[in-house]
């Protein structure tokens, strides 16, 4: 990527210098030789520290002892020194590194530098306070926490890309004072004065590529993240994966604020499908990476609940219906696949379906249920809905608990559920045995992790078809504005209905794994809020989180909230909690989701885009309008 | 489009153009309100016709009740000899078209998708075909975008078919309302306010493009308060004051006329409707807040 033509962004960093009241200046005055110089022998110093012993003992989870090589922790303050190094000998203008930082801005260098203060100054903490005191630290840990902050305040005295919010009303800043809490309101204004701004900055096309390397820069990008993957999931404990986080969030930010990950999006997008069909490989190769069935099971477990989730999308993200009750669908789908698995706890333990007529009768009973909620309840606008599908989501459950041949009919066996669902066969190929292809093993999960992974790309099929088509759109048009949408001539009721439906049946086929997965199927699962994952409380903060509208949003969202949770065991009894915190800064900081919609990223780069056709995308959200033909 | 009259230039040919919309003593009660009394209205196919009056005297309220917004309390409103259900989809189905008074774009779709979305009742294909896509489906899909970019050709918008709605200058954005109307193949389109907040340019261009509509053979009805736009554009005017339908005729006809001078300028006369039930001017303005109320839910 050496040859992409820097004059472009060179030319762009020159005009952004001047234009409105963005501007280029570091927080230190620092000359720029210094300022540099004090950035690379801040990284330089963090490097060497990692292999230096850190600590005395073996007592810090990952043994940080030994001096020689690095590990544990140490590993990422390495790979977040060396990041930073780099990318900042390429934005100094070294030749051959350029290409990190496309559009020549040092925020990138600065966010790198923030992410090995972070995880460096994270574990020598860390060490100080599981150990008891600073006592513990070897001179290693020092060097460590020293480097990481020269870096850091090398980063700060960089040129930075700067965008000032305005100031807010002076009327704001004399109650700051009245009310005695001036320094906060001072903070809170230098904050905004403050503000990073990269995103409007140019880069350099990506697609003047040659189309083989194009192709290779994906294979590569996709494996890299798939080896990432593996890595975070193999961590040992909660200290490293905390780690490992800090450095993979804080370094994607950094790298993306370089344009690395709009070139990327760039790339995808003129090679869509080929991007695509890597992209599913990999997903295959997930279980090939590792030979762990745990992961395995994370990854099935991921994949039902992200599919889930995308259903509830349509709802939610492309229709704008809250849904509290939505767990409910999967529910109904789950205990149809478990009534005719030929279970023995199955009323009609004899019936035992093959799994495409179970799929299809659980996707057929959940829209049947969808359309039964779905036909009184969106008459309904807005908060209303929200309150009525919640109460129907709890009358599931409720009415399941309830079916035990007690207090009611005898169908679903009340609170103990459906149990000893049988494993799943296909083709003659039993997913509750483990195979071996070729050298590797797939065990259960894996099996399941596979089918899962074939229904997901189904939704997601459906997902992007439907949303790019009159349907979808009158969907969009009913979010967006309801009565402007009906003086459209579109029947408002009967289109949601659709809507409603359709999510129901995407759940219930992914009910219908779910219930396979777990072996048995029980009626607590589908409340509205607890501390297991599938319910709606979960799925809702999936789609929001992840990104309203967008494909990979949810399914990302629902790996998220469902993976951390798993590694930081420590956070079990504070899940919700942090559930809270996260949405709250969510929607604080980018409230279009950590995938943004395609429409939001047309509102933030319309002005670059003078020909429809020639704009830079992070399109992966409805290919609205040019894939018609 | 669905409607092909040929052009009729005049009025009085337009009359002969038969009926399209009539509307026969439409009442709208809101409680104890009556925001729109025992009007009549008639619009014949060619034809412009205005709808003016003073803030609060219904006319908004009196759209509504023909697009289906509103259910009107009584009276019956027929398009081409049929009555219309009060349903806005089913209206728009049979032939109507409506912008609005406070511009109501699908703000975060494209501006081709905002005009695609009208199509909406011309086209067919369900969630099964744009699952399986079979070639008839991205037949419709072609024909429909073909459509569309006609539509943005006409009103002037074809180089901003790919930018957000919510992006477009306050005019182009109500040139696109006009647009996503059309894109429904309206025999008649109903126009609140079209010019609302446009300096004299704008204005102008306005009235251009809905002589060029008129001149496709959809015949307009405009509410405006723009005087000097309403009597150059309309072939007839009707006016309302206090839900009640005052005057109608040609251009000279009602701006002669003394009853509308008064009604606009508050002069005090003998004969006028407030006067006559005594119904404080203030009921008619709180009827319509009640209107735009209804209509922001």
Not at chain 1, 58 to 78: A, E
Not at chain 1, 153 to 165: F, S
Not at chain 2, 7 to 16: E, G, N, S, Y
Not at chain 2, 170 to 197: C, F, H, M, N, V
């Amino acid at each position: 990527m050496t040859d992409l033509p820097i004059a472009a962004a060179e030319e762009a960093v020159a005009a952004t210098a001047t234009h409105g009241n963005r501007r280029t200046a570091p927080f230190i005055p620092l000359p720029l030789t210094a300022a540099r110089a004090t950035t690379l022998a801040g990284a330089v110093i963090t490097i060497a520290s990692t292999f230096m012993s850190w600590t005395y003992t073996t007592d810090f989870p990952g043994d940080l002892t030994v001096s020689g090589y690095p590990g544990g922790l140490q590993i990422m303050t390495l790979i977040g020194a060396i990041l930073t190094g780099v990318v900042a000998l390429g934005t100094f203008g070294l030749t051959g590194l350029r290409w990190l930082t496309p559009s020549r801005t040092n925020n990138g260098v600065l966010l790198l530098a923030l992410a090995t203060l972070g995880t460096t100054w994270y574990t020598v903490i860390d060490i100080a306070a599981k150990l008891g005191g600073l006592a513990n630290l070897d001179p290693g840990g020092f060097v460590a926490f020293i480097g990481a902050l020269v870096l850091f305040a090398g980063a700060l005295a960089l040129p930075l890309d700067r965008h000032p919010e305005e100031p807010a009303d002076a009327e704001y800043y004399e109650l700051g004072r009245a009310e005695g809490i001036s320094a906060v309101v001072r903070g809170y204004a230098w904050l905004r004065e403050a503000r990073l701004h990269h995103s409007e900055l140019r880069v350099p096309d990506a697609r003047k590529l040659n189309r083989w390397l194009q192709r290779l820069v994906i294979v590569v990008v996709y494996a890299l993240g798939l080896k990432i993957l593996t890595f975070g999931l193999a961590t040992d404990y909660s200290d490293i994966f905390i780690g490992y986080l800090i450095v993979l969030a804080v370094g994607v930010w950094g790298l993306s604020a370089g344009g690395l990950l709009k070139q990327f999006q760039q790339l995808t997008q003129h090679n869509k499908k080929f991007s695509s069909t890597v992209g599913v490989l990999t997903a295959i190769a997930y279980p090939f990476a590792q030979n762990n069935e745990l992961w395995a099971n994370l990854g099935a477990s991921v994949l039902i609940v992200g599919t889930v989730a995308l259903g509830l999308n349509i709802v939610v993200g492309l229709t704008g219906l809250l849904d509290l009750g939505y767990v409910a669908f999967l529910g109904v789908g789950a205990y149809t696949a478990a009534l005719v698995s030929g279970s023995p706890f199955s009323i009609w333990s004899g019936t035992q379906f093959p799994f495409w007529a179970a799929a299809l009768a659980g996707m057929g009973a959940a829209c049947v249920f969808g359309v039964l909620i779905g036909a009184p309840t969106l008459r309904l606008r807005g908060d209303y809905l929200a309150i009525v599908t919640l109460g129907f989501g709890e009358i599931f459950r409720i009415i399941v608990r309830n079916l035990d041949g007690v207090s009611g009919p005898k169908v679903t066996n009340g609170p103990n559920g459906i149990a000893q669902i049988p494993d799943l066969s296909i083709f003659g190929y039993n997913l509750g045995d483990t195979h071996s292809v070729g050298s590797f093993t797939l065990g259960r999960f894996a099996n399941y992790y596979l089918l899962m992974l074939v229904i997901t790309i189904i939704v997601v099929l459906v997902f992007t078809r439907a949303a790019d088509s009159r349907i979808g759109r009158s969907w969009i048009a009913i979010r967006e504005d309801e009565t402007a949408a009906t003086a459209m001539g579109i029947n408002g009721f009967r289109v949601k209905l659709v809507a409603f439906a359709l999510g129901a049946s995407l759940a219930g086929l992914a009910g219908t794994v779910f219930a396979h997965v777990t072996n048995s199927v029980v009626p607590d699962p589908y409340v509205f809020s607890g501390s297991v994952p599938p319910n709606s409380a979960f799925l809702l903060a999936a789609v929001v989180l992840g990104g309203m509208g967008t494909v990979s949003g949810p399914i990302l969202g629902a790996a998220l909230l469902y993976v951390i949770p798993q590694k930081l065991s420590f956070l079990s009894q504070y899940e919700l909690f942090a559930f809270g915190i996260a949405l709250i800064l969510i929607m604080r900081f980018r409230p279009e989701g950590i995938i943004p919609n395609r429409r939001r990223q047309l509102e933030f780069h319309e002005d670059e885009t003078p020909a429809p056709g020639n704009r830079p995308m992070g399109d992966d959200t409805v290919p609205a309008t040019t894939a018609g033909a | 489009m669905t409607t092909t009259i040929p052009q009729q230039p005049t009025p009085a040919d337009a009359a002969a153009g038969g009926t399209l919309l009539q509307a026969r003593g439409v009442i709208m009660r809101f409680g104890g309100l009556t925001a729109v009394r025992n009007v009549d209205l008639t619009v014949n196919s060619g034809e412009i016709v205005g709808l003016i009056g003073p803030n609060g005297a219904g006319k908004t309220t009196f759209f509504n009740c023909l697009t289906g917004l509103y259910v009107p309390t009584e009276g019956t409103v027929s398009y081409r000899g049929t009555v219309l259900p009060p349903k806005p989809h089913l209206v728009t189905k049979a032939g109507i078209a409506r912008t609005f008074q406070n511009i109501r774009l699908f703000a975060n779709m494209t501006v081709l998708e905002n005009v695609l979305v009208g199509r909406h009742t011309r086209t067919r294909e369900g969630l099964f075909s744009a699952i399986v896509r079979g070639p008839g489906f991205h037949k419709a899909e072609r024909a429909s975008r073909e459509r569309a970019m006609e539509l943005l050709a006409f009103t002037g918008l074809a180089d901003k078919a790919e930018h957000l709605a919510r992006n477009l200058p306050y005019g182009e954005q109500r040139k696109l309302e006009i647009a996503r109307a059309l894109a429904s193949e309206p025999g008649l389109l109903l126009l609140d306010e079209p010019t609302a907040g446009m300096n004299p340019q704008e204005t102008r261009a306005t009235e251009e493009l809905v002589f060029a509509i008129r001149d496709q053979g959809i015949a307009v009805l405009v509410i405006e308060h723009d005087m000097r736009f309403i009597f150059n554009l309309c072939d007839r005017v009707a006016v309302l004051v206090q839900g009640e339908k005052l005057v109608e005729g040609t251009s000279e006809v009602v701006q002669n006329d003394e009853r509308v001078i008064a009604a606009y300028l508050g002069e005090p006369f003998e004969g006028a409707p407030a006067d006559e039930d005594g119904t404080p001017a203030a009921t008619a303005d709180d009827a319509s807040t009640t209107s735009e109320q209804e209509n922001d839910r």
